[in-house]
């Protein structure tokens, strides 16, 4: 059994926000704080360069500089000793742990020992990195700092010298601390939720870092998340925030200079009172306050920090959010319930898991019950179940203050989300963190839709779409296409598809979408890891500028050329000189930030939106293939028109990026995302060939203006896409285009017979497509025939054979030593194919210069063998689907050959050489050496073996002796004595015949093994390549001249005429390119579109029939059953409570229509009061307004009493109120134990205000329920009691007495005048909402205050105008002001529910509407000009009335009443 003082240690240890957060200490700016994500990860890698030892020289120095300690500088024996016997000091340290000063006589002699003296700051010793021995090598980071370190230091430390990333949410897990049970269901399900939601968003865990209670159970779930991930990239970052004095073992973190890394032990058997840190944790911050074993130092610095970090600004992806916080609760006992209390007051939401005990579930019983039933005997039952071991210590004072702070967090259900395993549709902790947040996010008051904005950012920050769908996007709230614009920026920068499709569901059109600003500020965010950033800086750099000039798009077009190839046109001109840019903003400094400047305010300049580009989809899929993107590509694709171009163009882009990508990994998914495309291609192309040949055809030839004006058949050539150009339906195209206007089944013995008699074609021996030429018998049918391809390529082909003939015959026989006729006919012959080769050179119908043209040219493998063969006078080759690829793999064998030649060489010289060394002494001939060492080595391979390579064959007359006979090779050494020969065999047979294996055996059949893997892969092609080479070869043979050599050399004269004296250009013919009507062209690409959803549907239907699919459909199905039936189980006795909640709800509301119904019969005068029923006592006066009076009901379902007036903290004050619980409001309710403090303000006008003193003396000059002088202390709800010389509020008990902060003891009067003007539109007509008028009206909001106001408040004596009025309106405005007024109209008098209210001083207002009804009206433009606020951080501004305005409650309710009054939209 554990002994009792850690239990207690252990209570005062709960985590937690705890006291109210000190702000002045986080004041000073911090620098560098916002930080986008990508610029984190770029810092992060460049810090991994550096050398480890200069990071840690770097901590200690930056550490001791600006993170201090605190250490006792006086010893002081305190009568308490140590857990060893030893004497400590009153700060708990013994004498050995102080310093020498400490201990010796100083200063200090004779004085009490006092923290705030005698405990000072020092730099910190304790910092670096922890490694808990015996478990792991895991390293986590720690330091050691005072309890008064700034927080921005503190902050600053994380992310720039620990190089954490800013988080985008901050979850705060408080609980028990010790005896910590919770059911192992509950806690799976606690621990899979919480590392989830930190894993999915990016979130910090901050806890109080001990290894007990809920500190540990988070620890073991970043334990298990690791353990199952084996990586470390997915490592949740868990912060604990723990108390120096208390951690067990903590001296071994100690070292001046830091420790890299310190060593840890943990040692729970021995740790005592005190507590050990947990292993799990990535990062510690231990708060020192100079004393040992005192357990909740850390609490005010945690609230601070935590408070610090809420208020930071998290860029990523071009959205700027303050990073959210939230608190979970767990278990936990009375500092729980500050921690909890204090979240709720600071507006963070909390999380409460119900079933984890103690606080956490009595909060959940009650937390769906009315206030009015949350009674002291209801939580005394609560704390008898909840906390059966502790309940006797339990006081009434405390218990009224547990039902005071359960109340108060009750009351605001917004800001408490209580997570109940199985009910409600909950089932992980993380969807219940999120929907907190969100929720908290959606009851704060905005302009606007701010708030619906704010809750999206939420959630692409957390990259949670499964919560924008049920939370976001929800018939509450219907988005406008434009609203999200900004919002689909950031999530195209963060690369987060799935956002990207939720936009577009929701009605987001790219067209609109994407505007020239736009695309340039995706540009300027690209990724920098990308290829396609680098190519661009390369791009800007060569601009012929001082400067570096800014990004344009002609710039993205630069480098777009590059990767699609020449054969397109740039896509984005360069502006012309003079000519104004399309950018309207400074896009590099904008930032989609709540309240800077915004892509927001990119939007708005930009509404004109212009079209800049022929296809705004084109750009942006673009944009995403480059990136190497594929889901943001495809969701993108699927919206292109122009589909099966664009898709052809991204096969082309990624598969140049391919090649100049360094990285491997990233080269083969471009190649592998290349060929995705190349498929969606073909099958797309595939649904239109199959509706349409001739249409689809048609889409082939297509000039495409948004790509560049190319066409989708030049798309596949340039990026080689095979399987496309061999498709079945290209193919026949092709086909078409090969037999020109000839029939494709025509027999080609028809064909060429007629070309050799060609008066044939007026017989009918061949037929035509076209009837006109079928029907004809005269020039064009000849002129049809031989402009064919087919016919063109057979003529050139007799007439290449004819001309290897006469070559022949003239080389053999005819060859004169001057040239004969024949001769001569050769050479024109040979004449005619050169100029043929220099037409095709020149031949450039697409515009790209002849430098282009002859780097295409000679690009092609058939005009590299025809130059060779016209030079070398070697015949040409034909082309057949059998040569072809035959042609093909000899090329490649080439580069086998070329690859075997060279480790050959490496073999034939090592061998060589060493044969030279061995037999040849001195060898001085060059080219002798040349002879032995590679020629006679290579010769050994294919059998000639050297006759002196042993004594078996030697004969001295096949050498030189003396190496002087220039035909002879030099002899090898002889023996002098016996003239012969010395051969050391034994080495140059073992090296001949190793030699001999290598080569022979190993080498040659890796040639063979090479050419057969070679073979094999072209031939398994072949069909492809065939196919593929086949486009290449009909195009030539379409553009040349029918006449064959040499008569081609009439043709070559005709185009010398037309090109260089006529200057007519060249064109494509029209069957390959074809540039269509407008009309036609809308025509065709829309059904282009509809067949390409048919084939995302038959896609997606294959996908659902895949085995793996229908394996994990099952498997959810299953999953889904599974839960279904644990969730009845669980929800059967759930079902039941809810049950009675409704009835009891039901109920309360019958009893309180019975008693209104009582009460107007009572008033009419019927019935008699004999026998009325009993009923309960008013908690409100009569007359008063409960929206005024009471500032949470209206939501919180609340029974009218003040709820502003019994804050525990009052404002601007040191001071806390008695508690007081709702039932014990009232005065006529017995409290006996009730005992407020005292409060009265000092005021600098102290002859204004009421004396400070409770004396009767100083009370009894004050006149009440009068006319006191200047001061009325009459009240609108009748005469109030006065009790031992102090008023009492009517409206009950506040828990503090005195007048706190207001001028005079009884009612306050003020004045809330409420101006208000119809809004209009541009045209000057009332706006309207839900068919009512809208109203705007004047709103003030002062320093200090986080909410706009009404501009009234108190007047000073003898003054109709309130002095905050005054501040914001000019004095020449004051008279017609006050006129103003008089017209106006009451709307309220009566009690306000405010702050500042106490016992003994109350605010009562009038409210007063000034309205404007003309827009015109000469008082309101007045109004307008004489507005100007005297404080410069003061404003002032109409605003739109909406129940989400950002008032005051009691404001709120006034307005309220006012839009009633005109029945205006509220």
């Known amino acids: 059994m554990e002994p009792s003082a850690p239990t207690k240690a252990g209570s005062k240890q709960e985590e937690g926000f705890g006291a109210q ?15 986008s994500s990508s610029s984190l990860c770029k810092k992060r890698g460049l810090q991994f360069l550096l050398d480890s030892s200069e990071k840690q020289k770097s901590l200690s120095s930056w550490i001791p500089e600006n993170i201090k300690k605190k250490e006792c500088v006086y010893f002081v024996e305190s009568p308490k000793l140590s857990d060893a016997g030893k004497v400590v000091c009153a700060c708990g340290y013994t004498r050995e742990q102080h310093l020498e000063e400490a201990i010796g006589p100083h200063a200090f002699q004779g004085q009490e020992w006092d923290p705030k003296r005698h405990i000072q700051e020092r730099p910190t010793d304790a910092f670096g990195d922890i490694v808990f021995t015996g478990l792991g090598q895991k390293m986590g980071k720690y330091v ?47 621990r899979r939720g919480l590392v989830k939601v930190a894993q999915t968003t990016g979130a910090w865990i901050v806890t109080g870092g001990s290894h007990t209670g809920v500190m ?106 303050k990073i959210p916080i939230v608190c979970v609760v767990l278990q936990g006992g009375p500092g729980t319930l500050l921690t909890i209390y204090n979240a709720i007051t600071h507006g963070t939401p909390c999380v409460v898991v119900e079933g984890s005990g103690r606080v956490a579930d009595v909060i959940a019983q009650v937390a769906s019950l009315p206030i009015s039933e949350i009674t002291v005997s209801l939580i005394q039952q609560k704390l008898a179940v909840f906390f059966q071991e502790l309940f006797e210590t339990f006081t009434e004072g405390r218990i009224v203050e547990w039902t005071k702070k359960i109340q108060d967090i009750v009351r605001r259900r917004q800001l408490l989300t209580i997570f109940r395993e ?16 969100l929720k908290a996010s959606r009851s704060h008051d905005h302009f606007g839709h701010e708030n619906w904005d704010h809750q999206l950012k939420l959630a692409v920050a957390w990259n949670r779409v499964d919560m924008a769908r049920s939370e976001i996007f929800t018939d509450e709230r219907q988005w406008k296409p434009a609203e999200l614009h900004p919002i689909m920026a950031a999530a195209l920068i963060s690369n987060k598809p799935e956002f990207v499709k939720l936009f577009l569901e929701n009605g987001l059109r790219l067209k609109d979408f994407v505007t020239c600003d736009t695309l340039l500020y995706l540009y300027e965010n690209l990724d920098p890891a990308c290829l396609f950033w680098a190519k661009l800086q390369k791009v800007l750099a060569e601009e012929p500028a001082t400067a570096r000039p800014p990004l344009r798009m002609h710039h993205v077009a630069q480098v777009l050329r590059e990767l699609l190839g020449d054969s397109t046109q740039p896509l984005y001109p360069r502006p012309r000189p003079g000519e104004r840019p399309h950018l309207l903003l400074p896009v590099p400094h904008v930032k989609l930030n709540v309240q800077g400047a915004s892509l927001r305010t990119l939007y708005k300049h930009a509404s004109s939106h212009d079209i800049f580009t022929i296809d705004p989809i084109r750009d942006l899929l673009i944009w995403a293939i480059v990136q190497n993107r594929r889901e943001l590509a495809e969701i993108i694709w699927a919206q292109a028109q122009d589909c099966t171009a664009a898709a052809l163009a991204c096969s082309k882009i990624l598969k140049e990026l391919s090649k100049e990508e360094e990285d491997t990994d990233t080269s083969e998914e471009m190649l592998a995302l290349a060929d995705e495309y190349e498929l969606r291609a073909i099958g797309v192309f595939t649904e239109c060939y199959r509706k349409d040949e001739e249409r689809a055809q048609q889409l082939l030839v297509r000039v495409s203006e948004a790509w560049g004006k190319t066409t989708c058949l030049q798309l596949a050539l340039e990026a080689k896409d095979m399987k496309f150009v061999s498709h079945g339906g290209i193919q026949a195209f092709l086909t078409k285009v090969w037999w020109g206007e000839l029939c494709v089944d025509t027999g080609l013995w028809r064909v060429i017979l007629c070309m050799l008699a060609f008066p044939l074609l007026a017989t009918g021996l061949v037929s035509f497509r076209e009837r006109r030429l079928q029907a004809e018998r005269g020039l064009a049918r000849v002129r049809a025939f031989f402009n064919a391809p087919v016919v063109v390529f057979h003529l050139n082909t007799l007439s290449y054979f004819s001309f290897l003939c006469l070559f022949a015959y003239v080389l053999m026989v005819d060859f004169q030593p001057t040239p004969s006729w024949c001769e001569r006919v050769v050479y024109l012959w040979l004449f005619s194919l050169f100029c043929e080769e220099l037409r095709q050179l020149f031949y450039d119908p697409s515009g790209c210069g002849l430098r282009k043209m002859a780097v295409l040219y000679f690009s092609d493998f058939w005009n590299k063998l025809d130059v060779a063969a016209i030079l070398l006078f070697v015949a040409g080759l034909a082309c057949s689907k059998t040569l072809g690829p035959k042609i093909i793999i000899v090329k490649r064998m080439m580069k086998d050959v070329f690859f075997f030649l060279f480790l050959l060489a490496v073999w034939v010289v090592s061998f060589g050489v060493a044969e030279q060394a061995i037999l040849i002494h001195n060898e001085s001939r060059v080219d002798w050496i040349f002879r032995g060492v590679v020629y006679q080595s290579y010769l050994t391979i294919f059998g000639q073996i050297p006759t002196y390579i042993d004594s078996v064959e030697f004969s001295p007359d096949h050498c030189s002796p003396n190496g002087t006979d220039p035909y002879k090779p030099k002899c090898p050494e002889r023996d002098a004595a016996r003239h012969q020969p010395v051969f050391p065999e034994w080495l140059t047979i073992l090296l001949f015949c190793l030699y001999l294996l290598f080569t ?61 004296v006529l200057k007519i250009p060249a064109k494509r013919h029209r069957q390959l390119r074809n540039k269509l009507e407008e009309k036609e062209e809308a025509a065709l690409l829309s059904w282009e579109t509809y067949l390409k959803e048919n084939y995302l549907q038959s896609l997606q239907s294959q996908q659902r029939q895949r085995p793996e699919h229908r394996i994990q459909h099952i498997s959810d199905r299953v999953d889904s059953m599974a839960d279904v039936l644990q969730m009845d189980r669980l929800k059967q ?25 009582v009460e107007a019969l ?44 019994r804050h525990l903290l009052y404002p601007d004050a040191l001071v806390t109120r008695f508690p007081v619980p709702d039932e014990k409001v009232p005065w006529e309710m017995e409290f006996l134990i009730y005992d407020p403090p005292f409060y009265t303000a000092d005021r600098k006008d102290k002859a204004l205000v009421d004396p400070t003193g409770d004396t009767p003396e100083s009370l009894s000059r004050i006149s009440y329920n009068a006319v006191d002088g200047p001061t009325d202390r009459r009240s609108f709800h009748g005469s109030y009691a006065v009790q031992d010389g102090l008023p009492l509020n009517p409206m009950g008990r506040t828990g503090l007495r005195g007048r706190g902060a207001l001028s005079f003891f009884g009612p306050n009067h003020t004045l809330q005048p409420v101006v208000t003007r119809w809004k209009r539109n541009q045209d000057g007509a009332i706006c309207r909402k839900s068919v009512r008028k809208v109203l705007d009206v004047l709103v003030v909001k002062h320093p200090r205050s986080e909410h706009w106001a009404l501009p009234g408040g108190s007047r000073e004596p003898g003054e109709t105008l309130p002095r905050k009025l005054k501040q914001v309106l000019q004095r020449e405005f004051w008279p017609a002001f006050e006129s103003l007024l008089a ?21 009562e207002t009038v409210a007063i509407s000034v309205h404007f009804p003309d827009q015109s009206d000469v008082e309101l433009n007045k109004l307008n000009m004489h507005l100007l606020a005297q404080d410069p951080e003061t404003s002032i501004r109409w605003q739109v009335v909406d129940k989400r305005i950002p008032l005051y409650a009691s404001h709120k309710a006034i307005l309220q009443k006012v839009a009633t009054l005109f029945g205006a939209y509220y």
């Not at 893997?1013 to 070869?1033: A, G, M, N, S």
């Not at 306000?1392 to 003994?1400: E, F, I």
């Open 21 to 35: 957060p000190t702000w002045g200490t986080d004041l000073g700016p911090v620098l560098n704080l916002q930080r």
């Open 144 to 190: 050691r700092v005072s309890q008064d370190t700034p927080s921005n230091m503190i902050y600053q430390l994380m992310t720039q010298h620990w190089g954490l990333d800013v988080p985008n949410l901050l979850i705060s897990v408080t609980g028990g601390a010790k005896n910590f049970n919770m059911k192992p269901r509950l806690k799976n399900v606690f």
């Open 216 to 321: 540990k159970q988070v620890g073991k779930a970043v334990r298990d998340s690791s353990l199952s991930s084996g990586h470390d990239d997915g490592d949740v970052v868990t912060i604990g925030i723990a108390t120096w004095g208390v951690v067990h073992n903590r001296e071994g973190l100690v070292h001046p200079e830091g420790s890299f890394p310190a060593e840890y032990v943990m040692d729970e058997e021995g740790q005592g009172h005190l507590t050990c840190l947990d292993n799990n944790h990535s990062h510690f911050i231990l708060v020192d306050d100079g004393t040992h074993g005192r357990y909740g130092i850390e609490i005010p610095l945690r609230t601070r920090l935590e408070k610090f970090m809420s208020e930071q600004t998290k860029e990523r992806g071009g959205v700027a959010i």
């Open 422 to 437: 199985g009910k409600d549709g909950q089932q992980d902790v993380d969807v219940a963190i999120l929907q907190a947040l």
């Open 1000 to 1060: 022979n055996i190993l080498l040659l059949n890796l040639l063979i093994a090479m050419f057969n893997y070679t073979f094999q892969q072209v031939q398994e092609h072949t069909d492809q390549i065939w196919k593929f080479q086949r486009h290449d070869f009909i195009e030539e043979y379409q553009s040349r001249s029918p006449a064959p050599p040499p008569f081609i050399l009439l043709s070559h004269l005709q185009l010398f005429i037309k090109r260089l």
């Open 1133 to 1157: 006795p759930g079902s039941v409570e809810q049950r009675l909640a409704s009835l009891e709800v039901q109920v309360a509301q019958t009893a309180s229509a019975v008693r209104w119904i």
């Open 1162 to 1205: 009572r008033g009419s005068g019927l019935g008699s009061k004999e026998g009325a029923p009993t009923l309960a006592p008013q908690k409100a006066s009569e007359g008063q307004d409960p929206a005024l009076s009471g500032g949470w009901q209206a939501e919180d379902g609340g029974d009218g009493h003040h709820v502003n007036a």
């Open 1383 to 1403: 017209r106006g109209k009451e709307v309220y008098t009566g009690y306000m529910d405010d702050a500042r209210n106490t016992d003994n001083a109350w605010i």
